[in-house]
């Protein structure tokens, strides 16, 4: 599984983004669970996640400003990201998942794209 974000960049507070996640590959029982941010010294952290059901869950901090939509024709994920904040300020994380069943066990392989950079300041 190959993740490729984009759509990141620098943006004044209030501002708008929109970010993409593209998977591409073997995408065999492996599916797009969502985004993660990291801010400098921080550790990384759930922004929107796509649940079994299909519903998204979000990160208080983004609720109300943050949106997530799941293209699966196009194994394409959109984060639409409005009312920005200096604090949103991060790299920006793809993350995908494959459960494999082994020996009546299941196994998770996580898969990370490179990251796009979002930058809030005036």
């Known amino acids: 599984v190959q993740l490729m974000e984009s759509g990141g960049g620098l943006v004044h507070p209030g501002g708008s983004l929109t970010l993409s996640c593209v998977a591409s590959?073997?995408?065999?029982?492996?599916?797009?669970l969502g985004w993660y941010r990291q801010a400098p010294g921080k550790q990384r952290e759930l922004v929107a996640g796509?649940?079994?059901?299909?519903?998204?869950d979000y990160a208080d901090a983004v609720k109300g400003r943050f949106a997530l939509t799941n293209d699966n024709t196009n194994n394409t994920v959109h984060l639409q990201m409005n009312s920005l904040k200096p604090e949103d300020r991060a790299v920006y994380y793809c993350?995908?998942?494959?459960?494999?069943?082994?020996?009546?066990?299941?196994?998770?392989?996580?898969?990370w794209g490179q990251g796009t950079q979002v930058t809030v300041s005036s």
């Open positions: 590959g073997n995408m065999f029982r492996a599916k797009v």
């Open positions: 796509i649940a079994s059901g299909g519903t998204t």
């Open positions: 993350k995908a998942r494959r459960v494999r069943v082994v020996g009546g066990t299941a196994k998770m392989y996580d898969f």
